[in-house]
């Protein structure tokens, strides 16, 4: 069975900093991009970043830019997100997302794209 587990949500002030994790089965975290998406409440869910299998390649939402990370360990099989310089409008349930790829290819921004899901993992950002 494919698995993906989120952890690392919270409550945080803003311009504090969370670092979330996603646990993938051994499955997934070969050959598959990994990408966090996020929803929050009354919205659509939106892409924030992604990562190749090979780690070649990385690309962020532009309001993320700059303040959040994404990376992967390949011993441990968790692709990480980093947030720093939080912002109340970060506020959303986050999720890792899985698609089978080429080693250079990040994954698409369209949730469709994506063949597997974790459960998601909240974020509060309080102003």
């Known amino acids: 069975q494919v698995e993906l587990v989120e952890s690392g949500g919270g409550l945080v002030q803003a311009g504090g900093s969370l670092r979330l994790s996603c646990a993938a089965s051994?499955?997934?975290?070969?050959?598959?991009?990994l990408t966090w998406f996020r929803q929050a409440p009354g919205k659509e869910r939106e892409f924030v970043a992604g990562?190749?299998?090979?780690?070649?390649?990385?690309e962020y939402e532009d309001s993320v830019k700059g303040r959040f990370t994404i990376s992967r360990d390949n011993v441990r099989n968790t692709v990480n997100l980093q947030m720093n310089s939080l912002k109340p409008e970060d506020t959303a349930v986050y999720s890792c997302?899985?698609?089978?790829?080429?080693?250079?290819?990040?994954?698409?921004?369209?949730?469709?794209?994506?063949?597997?899901w974790g459960q998601g993992t909240q974020v509060t950002v309080s102003s």
């Open positions: 997302a899985a698609v089978w790829a080429h080693r250079d290819y990040v994954g698409g921004r369209s949730p469709d794209e994506y063949d597997h």
């Open positions: 051994a499955r997934i975290f070969n050959s598959y991009a």
């Open positions: 990562i190749s299998w090979s780690s070649g390649s990385t």
